[in-house]
Structures are given as C-alpha cells and as structure tokens.
T-cell receptor, first 114, second 115 residues
Framework: DTGVSQDPRHKITKRGQNVTFRCDPI?????LYWYRQTLGQGPEFLTY????????KSRLLSDRFSAERPKGSFSTLEIQRTEQGDSAMYLC????????????FGPGTRLLVL | DAKTTQPTSMDCAEGRAANLPCNHS???????VYWYRQIHSQGPQYIIH???NNETNEMASLIITEDRKSSTLILPHATLRDTAVYYC????????????????FGQGTTLQVKP
C-alpha cells in the first residue's frame, strides 16, 4: 500500500500523559497536513507543512500541541499533558504541489484519554 | 466555520443514482468545491473536485450551478459499499502563491444504500 500511513492506529492514555503520533506521507508528496476529528463531526484543520517548514497553524493547536517534520518526510504530532477533551481521531493528509492539489488522507490515529 | 450545508441523511436504492446536494452560498471566486467520503473508522477518501465547470471521473460526477452557490454529487449506480458519510467541502486557500489550503468540512450527509 503506497498511501498515507499513520502509527499507532489506536492509543489509550491517562490524563496528563504525553503522546506522540507519526505520519508517513505518500512518497514525493512534499505537503503534509494534520486534522482532528471528534465524534460526530467533520475533520478540522490543525497545521500544514511544506517540506520541513510549518507554514500554517490553526488556533485549535494549543501550546500543548507541537508538530514537526524534521527532514521533510514523515511528521510527528505530540500532545503534552493530555486532557479528556483531546480524545479524537487525528488525521494526516499529504499532497503534491502540482495543479489543483488533492489531499489524500491516512487512516487516522484514534486517541482516547481516560 | 463550515461554509457548506448538506442534508443530514439520505437513502438510495442499490443500483440507482444517488444525488447528494450541497449549498455553499458564501463561496468565493477562487475557492474550489471538494467531495470526500468517510466510511466508518477510516480516513476521508477523495472523490472529486471542481471550480465552476461540471466534472466527471470514474467514481462520480459533480454538477456546479452557474452562480456556484450549490452543487450536486452524483453516484451513477450506487452499491452497498457506497454507504458512507459524504462531505461537501470548500477549500480555503492559505494565501500567497501557495496553491493549497485547508479543507473546511461540515457535518456531511450520511448516505445509506439499501438493497
């Protein structure tokens, strides 16, 4: 499968713990996006990378959230001091910078904070 | 803030065409309309997109009204595997010459295809 991959697929953690998710985009896709989806809602944009540069951040991305893409390939999303309200599906998407770009999504990481 | 409105749910008989409407009356001139679908517990799957012309691909057709205030996604021969939540989305550009933007999802239409 040459699509976007995410790891882990599921994560259960206790409130106050730190968690880190990984996203591997489609090969040669230099654009990478993170979204968050809570139960019953559509995904919401969190942040955007072009290569290793983080160019856009939503106000949803509080100080406890940090995203990196150190070598312009895979990306990580870390949540510090998790809260129950962080429980959601975290989705990663990638795209090519050609024509009218299409964002291709991965399967997501489902986080449950107890 | 969602820029689209869709019916909450629709039913369609297997083998018939499914027509999913969407209103996007506040869309700006350079904002594209995208359609994705999401099957339970999976990531959204791209279907089709357009600016002002009608579009067709192997999955669906997209009909955009001339004033661009609404569109319809057509699945020509719905199957049981097309049961999913369908999102009509406006892409809001980041600005500059980025040629990309954030997808603004609404709550989508749950399409139930019945035998």
């Amino acid at each position: 499968d040459t699509g976007v991959s995410q790891d882990p697929r599921h994560k259960i953690t206790k409130r106050g713990q730190n968690v880190t998710f990984r996203c591997d985009p489609i090969s040669e896709h230099n654009r990478l996006y993170w979204y968050r989806q809570t139960l019953g809602q559509g995904p919401e944009f969190l942040t955007y990378f072009q290569n290793e540069a983080q160019l856009e951040k939503s106000r949803l991305l509080s100080d406890r959230f940090s995203a990196e893409r150190p070598k312009g390939s895979f990306s990580t999303l870390e949540i510090q001091r998790t809260e129950q309200g962080d429980s959601a599906m975290y989705l990663c998407a990638s795209s090519l910078p050609t024509g009218v770009e299409t964002q291709y999504f991965g399967p997501g990481t489902r986080l449950l904070v107890l | 803030d969602a820029k689209t409105t869709q019916p909450t749910s629709m039913d369609c008989a297997e083998g018939r065409a499914a027509n999913l409407p969407c209103n996007h009356s506040t869309i700006s001139g350079n904002e594209y309309v995208y359609w994705y679908r999401q099957i339970h517990s999976q990531g959204p799957q791209y279907i089709i997109h357009g600016l002002k012309n009608n579009e067709t691909n192997e999955m669906a057709s997209l009909i955009i009204t001339e004033d661009r205030k609404s569109s319809t996604l057509i699945l020509p021969h719905a199957t049981l595997r097309d049961t999913a939540v369908y999102y009509c989305i406006v892409r809001v550009e980041f600005g500059g010459s980025s040629n990309t933007g954030k997808l603004i999802f609404g709550q989508g239409t749950t399409l139930q295809v019945k035998p």
